[in-house]
């Protein structure tokens, strides 16, 4: 059941809150820049139910996701916090100072369950669409000013010459430049050894033992779990270990989830309905350690270290392992994003569990730059990675210029890109550097989130939190730009009569 906002947000916090408010304070300002109206549109769309208490507004949820985020806070610390500061309570649109809780601290884990990847996505289109009509709005009134200035009283130090405006016969094809690059948002987990999933996958087995024999009253088999632990931590605890010694200890674990699964089959091969014996989650359990033991025994026996999507968590079957040689980190963890930056401004435009070739993500970028903007950038700045022979002549045949080394012998006009190349790479530093303000400001390096999709969410909110940050920069900006465009006709025109309000 949906439940629409009643409340008149216009005129919030009143007195005394309202006297006590520093307007330039960031949640007020992050507040005037997003247009509520318009996400609550698309949160609704997610959040449709015939049954059920009425549905908490949308200014709230999201309003509180992106508190949670940006603060970098727990779900609990983040209801907390609210509850403790005004400021946030004005972001989320409450008509007054509570000190009662928005809402369950458990609410986060539905919420991130419903607005995944896609809705964020929506999310941070829709934001940055309408501070970008603000601007658009706003530098047209700045050029108007600019307009009636008459080249005469202009100052002599400024160049009375100009600047043509271009018609639409004129507007160049291509425009702007696009920035990208991928990396790896890694989740929370420990580090995988096969030792240590193969040990999880046991004890797992034996808790699934254990709640079959007490629902079925079936006798429970010997599982030897003390003989099996102690076999585990003999060889996780030594410093020194031979691989001779490791594939001993890996193969004894094998051999104890081989029988546990035997157990578990011998057992519940009378029924035909499982669920009224496990819970889904202790099934869905079940088929990933039968995946695990399967590639498992694969490399055991073939004496290998690689299979395909090899699962190296049992509790998140959905992360694979990536290599990228990183310095001190050569494997990680987690899910690839390919990111594009343009104006400063964020855009996720591909996420995959997988370890994919990212110069895939090239072709998509530039099609979603191009959705976005009504054409093709005139310039992509790209890792070593992207610049493949594909992707060069696709950048050639839509007048794209790729930042990269030209093919063939140097010459002398290779000589000649080598200072736009270096420029090129400077300019993409913007993309590594969102990255870290992102895994060490705000995801803290890895995602805590179990699920894929929870997973998702989280990395969606994130970006637009980015988004905010520097949409709200960029309004300062426009403003700023704005007022010196009027202090400067009063200087011009003194008998100019200029309303500033």
Request: charged share 25%.
């Amino acid at each position: 059941m949906i439940k629409k906002s009643s409340i008149n947000q216009q005129v919030l916090f009143p007195n005394p809150f309202d006297v006590y408010l520093d307007t330039d304070n960031r949640w007020i300002k992050y507040s005037r820049i997003i247009p509520w109206k318009q996400l609550e549109t698309y949160y609704h769309q997610h959040m449709t139910a015939t049954m059920g208490a009425p549905s908490l507004d949308a200014r709230i949820v999201l309003g509180a996701i992106i508190i949670k985020h940006h603060e970098n806070l727990s779900d609990e610390g983040c209801i907390e916090a609210i509850q403790e500061n005004m400021y946030m309570q004005y972001l989320l649109g409450l008509p007054s100072f509570k000190t009662d809780k928005v809402f369950a601290p458990s609410l986060f884990t539905e919420i991130r369950k419903r607005l995944g990847l896609d809705y964020w996505q929506q999310i941070n289109d829709v934001i940055i669409s309408h501070h970008t009509k603000k601007n658009i709005n706003a530098l047209n009134q700045n050029n108007t000013i600019e307009n009636n200035i008459t080249t005469d009283d202009k100052p002599e130090t400024e160049n009375n010459t100009t600047s043509k405006t271009l018609t639409s016969a004129e507007t160049p094809t291509n425009e702007g430049t696009l920035n990208m690059d991928a990396s790896i948002i890694e989740q929370d987990i420990t580090y995988p050894t096969d030792l240590k999933i193969l040990n999880s996958s046991r004890e797992k087995l034996e808790q699934i033992i254990n709640t079959i024999c007490i629902k079925t009253g079936q006798d429970k088999p010997r599982t030897y779990k003390n003989v099996a632990r102690r076999d585990f931590l003999n060889i996780s605890k030594k410093k020194n270990c031979n691989a001779k010694q490791i594939r001993k200890g890996n193969g004894k674990q094998l051999s104890y989830v081989k029988r546990d699964l035997k157990y578990i089959t011998k057992l519940l091969e009378k029924y035909t309905d499982l669920s009224d014996i496990l819970h889904h989650s202790q099934l869905r359990y079940l088929q990933i350690i039968h995946t695990v033991y399967d590639q498992q025994h694969y490399m055991y026996k073939n004496k290998k270290h690689q299979v395909t999507d090899r699962i190296v968590s049992i509790h998140q079957p959905h992360v694979r392992p990536m290599v990228r040689g990183k310095a001190g980190k050569n494997v990680e963890f987690g899910s690839k994003i390919g990111v594009s930056i343009h104006n400063g401004l964020t855009y996720i435009d591909e996420l995959n569990w997988n370890n994919y070739n990212e110069a895939e993500d090239l072709t998509t970028s530039a099609e979603n730059y191009k959705r976005r903007n009504g054409y093709y950038p005139a310039k992509i700045n790209a890792d070593q990675k992207y610049i493949t022979k594909a992707n060069r002549a696709w950048c050639k045949q839509r007048n794209i210029w790729l930042s990269g080394k030209p093919l063939g012998r140097p010459s002398e006009q290779t000589k000649a890109q080598h200072q736009a190349l270096k420029q090129s790479a400077g300019e993409r530093n913007c993309v590594e550097g969102k990255f870290g303000q992102a895994k060490r400001w705000y995801i803290n390096g890895k995602i805590k989130a179990r699920l894929s999709q929870t997973s998702e969410s989280m990395i969606g909110a994130v970006i637009v939190v980015l988004n905010l940050i520097r949409l709200v920069q960029q309004h300062v900006h426009t403003i700023l730009k704005y007022y010196y465009y009027l202090l400067l006709k009063i200087l011009i025109n003194k008998n100019a009569k200029i309303a500033l309000f």
